[in-house]
């Protein structure tokens, strides 16, 4: 399959709701996405830096609400 997109012809928020629709529809097969393991590594040192208190964490749809305003 060859698919053509005008990215440059594309707004900033259009090419976020690709992403969006893209990773929705690749999540829907987790088992086809191996993570390599370095990302392991990282989750384990955020966690230790949350059970430190170093750090903390926003949900999703705050994270993605909040770039879309940025992007408007």
């Known amino acids: ?3 053509t997109l005008l990215l440059q012809e594309m ?11 893209l990773w929705d529809d690749l999540s ?13 590594e990282v989750l384990a040192a955020r966690e230790q830096m949350l059970k430190e ?9 705050e994270v993605r609400d909040r770039l879309r305003k940025a992007v408007q």
Do not use: Q
Not at 11 to 18: I, P
Not at 53 to 61: I, L, P, Q, Y
């Open 11 to 21: 707004s900033t928020a259009d090419k976020l709701s690709v992403m969006e629709l």
């Open 53 to 61: 208190g170093k750090t903390s964490f926003s949900e999703f749809t």
């Open 28 to 40: 829907r097969s987790p088992e086809n996405l191996p993570s390599p393991a370095w990302h392991g």
């Open 1 to 3: 399959m060859d698919i």
